[in-house]
């Protein structure tokens, strides 16, 4: 008898604790409902910034959710109503035109290398042939002989369609090429591999990969502001018809001051 | 009969065929999904297809069949000597103290998510590939080493069952007759357990040929058919998981299309083995 009652006092008490705690975690701000910004993995990791920035000055406000899942992921949501804003790191595509896009930064695209790899400068062309599986070997671009891994993403990525439309130019990307479905996981698999090439955004190279100069010019924001390395491309807050009001406060934070000095710090290109 | 008992009838036949229509609705509703793909493109076409770039709306799912068939007799070739034996070790020659400790152990490992599995093998099992062996280390060799470990609590812990299932006086009667203890496993106690050792068998193959998580973090996901163990491979399963978030039209309708292949290549699978294993005889 004794037992059953401590049992049933045991589970009770953890059902409440579970519920404690997702109170705890789902902030219902005095606004009410929160706002969801979903898409692009590149723009993902900026818009968390901004949304942690923005829930710590403006506590009163919608709470700012962010979610990936790539940048035709991120139409499809905004479209559906799943999102109140998508979030792309590409241009709108001709199916996607009931959308209406904010410039939120410019960002460039960076071909990333193992830190080891001594190739540290490639040719448009010598890219494109790479990425397409013409050149095979690492030695036919001045480094160690030894089969290219390519690593490229998945087609529904804003990355992909950029550096299709930038640098393959319509071309197709090889077959064996590995497929991994965020800027994380690209960058993570190049890390390791001494062979491997991938492109990642340019606001997301770190220690762990190298960046090569691509037609002599290497990748930096300054480049990017002055046009002089042109894989480019411009990271969009997407919405339909109008936005909610909610919605609305947020983009006018990012597209602000206090957005536009936390989306610089870390690497894009703003309007000035 | 009881009122009782009629209701009890009733409601169990209720659940019972309840299973069945989920089943099938889930069939109609796939198969009407994928049938726009299907007739649009070809079903020879879409089967045998090897190029799969749906941006420029070219749909062959034949390199997924092959990855999938590859990784999943992969993980049998890994996962299914491995949990058989176990299971034999654990049923009829370990100790009462070890087969107490080993059998929770094994049903601990059951209860590892696939994402976990599929992370180890992301971060320890495919550099390890890469550095030893060769290739990118996302490889048919990765994927069935990760589905094979998966899939050796499933085998272990049913084949066990099967093998606990068969009369003590089987194994006495071996016994009387002169048999070893290995001889009895062979010629009496496996052969009447074989039913229940298929069951095993494929149901660790259904969960093999079905997973996805784990599969795309150490697969590869590149769109050929693969020619070597240490080839990157792109299964049908981690083909719907990759695209499904945004593929619109005919590509979604695609993508329904490689489930119902994929559903039948199961079926298929399955049957293959019920008479592989019947033809020898019960």
């Known amino acids: 008898m004794a037992r059953r009652l401590v049992t049933t006092a045991l589970i009770v008490s953890v059902l409440l604790l579970m519920g404690l705690a997702s109170g705890c975690v789902r902030r219902e701000s005095k606004a009410g409902a929160s706002i969801t910004l979903a898409g692009s993995t590149s723009v993902q990791p900026f818009a968390e910034m901004l949304a942690e920035e923005y829930g710590k000055k403006y506590p009163d406000r919608s709470v700012v959710y962010v979610q990936g899942g790539g ?17 792309m790191s590409r241009e709108l595509a001709p199916t996607e035109k009931e959308l209406t896009p904010i410039v939120i930064a410019h960002d460039a695209i960076a071909l990333v290398v193992h830190p ?43 990355t992909r369609g950029a550096f299709d439309e930038l640098v393959l130019e319509g071309a197709d990307v090889a077959p064996r090429a590995i497929v991994q479905d965020s800027n994380g996981a690209v960058r993570q698999t190049v890390s390791q591999d001494k062979m491997g090439i991938g492109y990642i955004s340019l606001g997301l190279v770190d220690r762990t990969v190298k960046a090569v100069a691509v037609d002599g010019v290497i990748p930096t924001v300054e480049n990017t502001r002055t046009g002089k390395y042109t894989l480019v491309r411009p990271f969009l807050f997407v919405y339909k018809g109008h936005m909610v009001p909610d919605a609305e406060a947020f983009a006018d934070f990012v597209l602000g001051d206090e957005g536009k000095k936390v989306l610089a710090s870390e690497g894009l290109v703003t309007s000035k | ?30 198969f009407s999904e994928g049938a726009p793909a299907f007739a649009k493109v070809g079903v020879w076409k879409l089967i045998t ?5 749906p941006g420029k709306n070219v749909f062959g799912i034949l390199p997924m069949i092959a990855g999938s068939l590859a990784v999943t007799l992969g993980a049998l070739v890994v996962g299914l000597p491995l949990g058989l034996g176990s299971a034999i070790y654990l049923s009829e020659f370990a100790s009462k103290k070890t087969a107490s400790l080993m059998k929770p152990t094994v049903e601990l490992l059951a209860g590892i998510p696939s994402v976990v599995f599929g992370f180890i093998g992301l971060t320890a099992l495919v550099p390890f590939i890469r550095d030893r062996l060769g290739g990118p280390g996302f490889s048919v060799l ?114 329904f299309a490689t489930g119902v292949v994929l559903f039948v290549v199961i079926g298929i699978l399955n049957i293959v083995a019920r008479a592989a294993v019947r033809g020898r005889g019960s």
């Open chain 2, 142 to 255: 990765a994927s069935s080493v990760v589905l094979g470990v998966m899939i050796l609590p499933t085998m272990t812990s049913i084949s066990y069952d099967a093998l606990r299932a068969v009369p003590q006086s089987y194994r006495e009667g071996m016994l009387a007759v002169g048999a070893t203890p290995w001889q009895t496993v062979r010629m009496a106690v496996l052969p009447a357990a074989r039913s229940g050792i298929l069951a095993a068998g494929i149901l660790s193959m259904g969960r093999a040929a079905g997973e996805t998580m784990a599969v795309i973090m150490v697969a590869g996901n590149a769109t050929i058919v693969p020619g070597s163990l240490l080839d990157p491979v792109r299964t049908m399963t981690s083909n719907i998981a990759l695209e499904m978030g945004y593929a619109a039209g005919l590509h979604r309708s695609a993508l």
């Open chain 2, 49 to 53: 297809g090897l190029k799969w770039a």
């Open chain 1, 71 to 87: 940048s035709s992921a991120g139409a499809r949501a905004a479209i559906s109503g799943a999102a109140q804003i998508g979030m």
């Open chain 2, 1 to 30: 009969m009881s009122r009782n008992e009629r209701a009890a009838e009733i409601i169990l036949t209720v659940i019972g065929l309840s299973s069945a229509t989920i089943l099938g609705l889930i069939i109609l509703f796939i």
């Open chain 1, 116 to 158: 080891a790899n001594p190739v540290s400068q490639l040719t448009k062309e010598q890219v494109k042939r790479v990425f397409t599986g013409e050149i095979v070997d690492w030695s036919a671009v001045g480094g160690h002989s030894g089969r290219i891994n390519v690593v490229s993403r998945e087609e529904g990525s804003g």
